[in-house]
């Protein structure tokens, strides 16, 4: 009930700012959106970070499955924040974000002091599937109002995906952007966990493990094995296809059920990326991420992964 009135208040505020220049209108929607992820932040046991398209909903899914399984739980909900908390206080609350908004209500921009303190997750993909996954949610999934929230190009536009992943303000240089901050923070961060999409495929119950042990609240090896059955690229889909988890707005609903581009869970193919390009695209895109990717997150030649 509180997301719902919070949902209700923001679009009565906004709309009560009609007359005013749309980039006013956009400003103070996302300043009461920065303020509402304060307020969460403030209050959760976790923070799990990710740019869109990065495996989050993967993940929620499989917490999800681990904490009803773990509890003995009978909800359709998805986990979200703390929804399965309220049931019960063994389960923590955790609050995903994609770290859109806070700084426009913190001001802080140029770091990561809001979270200093907190528990970070961080779930990184490399940024050039990201950039892919991106322009199809752009095209089939999302709504126009959050294309303009976001500086997407407009509803509509004729761009192609190339463009559309060379482009500053929604493509590789913008996730790049994102990357490079938290690069740059998370050794500030003293309870801080990278885990990233790949080694996620490569290993899904250990590095869920890694996961829940992180959190603090560490399950079975039959717990494990159960979340990431559940949550498997075949059963998602299925779920996905029969709305199973409507109650928790449309997170996992396919936007056109003929037209498998418009569903939340699409291919997750680990460097799919590359089948969608010419060799002269692929050699351009490769460029852009070395010469600007911090290499922490071993996407490029430079040196390994860490916190792994």
Not at 152 to 174: T, W
Not at 259 to 266: F, I, T
Not at 277 to 294: G, H, K, S, Y
């Amino acid at each position: 009930m509180h997301n719902i009135w919070k949902q209700i208040s923001r679009r009565l505020v906004v709309s009560a700012a009609f007359f005013r220049p749309e980039s006013e209108r956009i400003a103070l929607e996302r300043r009461l959106r920065g303020k509402e992820e304060a307020r969460k932040l403030a209050l959760c046991d976790a923070v799990i970070v990710s740019f869109g398209k990065s495996g989050r909903t993967w993940l929620r899914v499989m917490l999800s499955r681990f904490y009803k399984t773990k509890h003995g739980l009978a909800s359709d909900q998805l986990l979200g924040f703390d929804n399965l908390h309220k049931q019960n206080p063994a389960i923590p609350k955790l609050f995903f974000t994609h770290d859109n908004y806070l700084k426009d209500y913190t001001g802080h921009a140029d770091s990561k002091i809001d979270y200093y303190g907190h528990k970070v997750i961080l779930l990184a993909r490399d940024p050039r599937d990201v950039a892919v996954s991106q322009f199809f949610q752009w095209k089939f999934r999302m709504r126009p109002a959050k294309k303009k929230l976001n500086r997407y190009p407009p509803h509509g536009a004729d761009i192609s995906l190339f463009e559309f992943v060379m482009n500053e303000d929604a493509g590789l240089p913008k996730i790049i952007a994102f990357l490079n901050l938290w690069a740059r923070e998370m050794d500030k961060i003293d309870d801080f966990l990278l885990v990233r999409y790949e080694d996620m495929r490569a290993d899904t119950a250990g590095q869920l493990k890694r996961i829940t042990d992180f959190l603090g609240t560490p399950g079975t090896d039959a717990e494990i094995r159960d979340a990431v059955d559940y949550a498997s690229v075949e059963n998602m889909r299925r779920l996905e296809q029969e709305r199973k988890f409507w109650l928790s707005g449309n997170r996992l609903v396919p936007k056109d059920r003929n037209n498998p581009d418009s569903y939340k869970v699409r291919r997750a193919k680990v460097g799919g990326w590359r089948d969608y390009f010419d060799d002269d695209q692929v050699e351009r895109i490769n460029a852009l991420v070395e010469d600007r990717l911090d290499p922490v997150y071993g996407y490029t030649s430079g040196k390994k992964v860490v916190n792994l």
